[in-house]
């Protein structure tokens, strides 16, 4: 089965948008265009259920409603249960509580492991943990790869580690962590697992339980949905944490940890995501599947066009001796948000880019320490090139041309 690129498109109305007419958007990583699913659905909810949710009167039951559909379905296409997930205003906000109700869990002597991969947000709000005397170990990449090695992760899990946070996939290295892999090894440790999905989902929403983590983050403007976090904590470590909500909220799993509410609007839309979802895999599959079913088989579809869509961009970086690719150089490793270290700063390059039609990034992308991890300088950045799967091969060789006249 090969993704229907007219189709995918289609259903995004950036792409017929005048303003937009001949840009080819290669900085997804930074916040994907929006499908006209959740567009609908944010409209909708504007225009009809403005209101507080979940009263009396009918434009608010049914506003409630659309808020309870949107958790139910992701819950489904995640494989988890509904009240385990929770919307709060971005990931780094996410992250941050999710600290908060460590710090009061965790005691003095206690370790968290953290990487040097990692996007700052699930990086610096545990290492200030150690001002509440929690220990806090790096899981080092190797500093020419980017990789980070399971074996130097395992002597890190002693008996008095209790956190492990990771990347299911760094927002500037672009290596597909086996985070099952890791989740294994945590949990025979005794060791909770803590993933940033963040620069992994919008190649592919992840099978919760087959991943094992016990909490798994990732934001809903990268996955052509509204502004916000989404957030999946396992219903027994959820329980045991100290809870952030109002006191009166404490016994609702799905509030614990988002201690400011809900955006209403926000979460109604987010059921277009799985709208979205479905009307994919009804043009390309016959029916029969569950949510879970149905989003693994549209995740192989994205993940396969943006595997072939990799290839000749990766085949052409490969011959530039003025460039080094940050992560690995198969596509079959790595998804597609490739950090190139130029000779000049990587936003003077993207600045290049911009007239002749390419939308890409510069810069550091809140991931300084992963970048001082493989000897690149903040201060200079890196171009960074991201797409998912409603890229075109036309756009790629649009890209290449371009590269070629401005490195």
Not at 201 to 212: K, M, V
Request: proline share 5%; charged share 25%; glycine share 8%.
């Amino acid at each position: 089965m090969k993704l229907d690129i007219e189709f995918v498109r289609a259903q995004f109305p950036a792409f017929s948008e005048p303003s937009l007419r001949g840009k080819a958007f290669f900085e997804n990583a930074g916040g994907s265009y929006t499908c006209r699913q959740v567009m609908w659905r944010l409209n909708r909810f504007y225009r009809e259920r403005k209101v507080q949710p979940y009263g009396a009167f009918a434009a608010s039951r049914i506003g409630g409603d659309e808020m309870d559909e949107a958790r139910t379905r992701l819950a489904r296409m995640l494989g988890v249960q509904t009240d385990e997930i929770s919307f709060g205003p971005s990931t780094s906000q996410n992250t941050y509580v999710l600290a908060q109700a460590f710090a009061g869990w965790l005691a003095p002597g206690d370790v968290v492991v953290v990487t040097n991969q990692d996007h700052e947000a699930n990086s610096g709000v545990w290492r200030r943990l150690e001002e509440r005397g929690v220990e806090v170990r790096e899981w080092c990449m190797d500093p020419s790869t980017g990789h980070l090695d399971i074996a130097d992760l395992d002597p890190l899990l002693d008996e008095r580690a209790k956190l492990l946070c990771f990347p299911h996939c760094s927002n500037v290295i672009g290596e597909i962590n086996p985070v099952a892999q890791i989740t294994r090894l945590a949990r025979a440790r005794g060791v909770y697992t803590c993933v940033d999905g963040v620069s992994y989902a919008p190649h592919g929403i992840p099978n919760l339980p087959q991943l094992g983590a016990d909490i798994y983050l990732f934001s809903a403007y990268k996955t052509w949905g509204p502004h916000i976090g989404v957030m999946y904590v396992r219903r027994n470590l959820a329980l045991q944490l100290p809870s952030q909500a109002h006191y009166f909220n404490a016994d609702k799993l799905h509030k614990r940890f988002t201690p400011a509410g809900e955006d209403h609007a926000q979460e109604a839309a987010m059921a277009g995501v799985a709208d979205y979802n479905d009307a994919i895999y009804s043009h390309h599959f016959k029916a029969g599947r569950d949510g879970t079913g149905r989003a693994a088989c549209v995740s192989d579809l994205f993940r396969e066009a943006e595997t072939q869509l990799m290839v000749p961009l990766l085949d052409y970086i490969a011959t530039r001796k003025d460039v080094r690719l940050l992560g690995p150089s198969s596509a079959t490793s790595r998804a597609p948000t490739l950090a190139l270290e130029c000779q000049e700063p990587g936003e003077e390059v993207a600045k290049r880019l911009a007239p002749l039609g390419i939308l890409a990034g510069g810069g550091e992308f809140y991931a300084h320490r992963a970048l001082e991890g493989v000897g690149v300088d903040p201060a200079k950045g890196v171009l960074r090139l991201s797409f998912v799967h409603n890229a075109t091969v036309d756009e790629v060789d649009r890209l290449i041309t371009a590269l070629d006249q401005v490195l």
